[in-house]
C-alpha cells in the first residue's frame, strides 16, 4: 500500500525556521510528482510547493517564495520542505502529496496520495 507519512512540525517563534520531512512509501518515489500543501483553521486546503519527477524542477506559492525550499532525496524515498522566515501567517497543517502525472501542479485533485499532515504553529 501506498504511504506518505510527514513529521517535524511542531511550534516555533515567528523568524524561526523548520524542516519538514515526508517518507514515501509503497510507490516508485522517484517516478511521482512531489508536493506540499497547507491548510489553516477556517480554510481550504492551499498549494504550498512542487517538485517534479526526473529534473526535480521546483515550483512556489507566492506567499512562500523565497522563505521555503522544497527538495527531494530519490534514494532514500523522502521529500522535504525548508521553511524559514516563519510568521503566523504560515500556521496550518502540512500536507505530503504525490502525484503519478499532471499538466498544472496547483490543484490538490492533480495528487493521487496524501499523507495525514503535520501541524506547524508560529507563534508571534
Known amino acids: 500500500q501506498v504511504q506518505l507519512v510527514e513529521s517535524g512540525g511542531g511550534l516555533v517563534q515567528a523568524g524561526g525556521s523548520v524542516r519538514l520531512s515526508c517518507a514515501a512509501s509503497?510507490?516508485?518515489?522517484?517516478?511521482?510528482?512531489m508536493g506540499w500543501f497547507r491548510q489553516a483553521p477556517g480554510t481550504e486546503r492551499e498549494f504550498v510547493a512542487a517538485?517534479?519527477?526526473?529534473?526535480?524542477?521546483?515550483r512556489y506559492a507566492d506567499s512562500v517564495k523565497g522563505r521555503f525550499v522544497i527538495s527531494r532525496d530519490n534514494a532514500k524515498n523522502t521529500l522535504y520542505l525548508q521553511m524559514n522566515t516563519l510568521t503566523p501567517e504560515d500556521t496550518a497543517v502540512y500536507y505530503c502529496?504525490?502525484?503519478?502525472?499532471?499538466?498544472?501542479?496547483?490543484?490538490?485533485?492533480?495528487?493521487?496520495?496524501w499523507g495525514p499532515g503535520t501541524p506547524v504553529t508560529v507563534s508571534s
Open positions: 502529496a504525490a502525484a503519478k502525472g499532471f499538466k498544472v501542479y496547483v490543484p490538490s485533485i492533480q495528487y493521487d496520495y
Open positions: 509503497g510507490l516508485a518515489f522517484s517516478n511521482y510528482h
Open positions: 517538485i517534479l519527477r526526473g529534473d526535480s524542477l521546483t
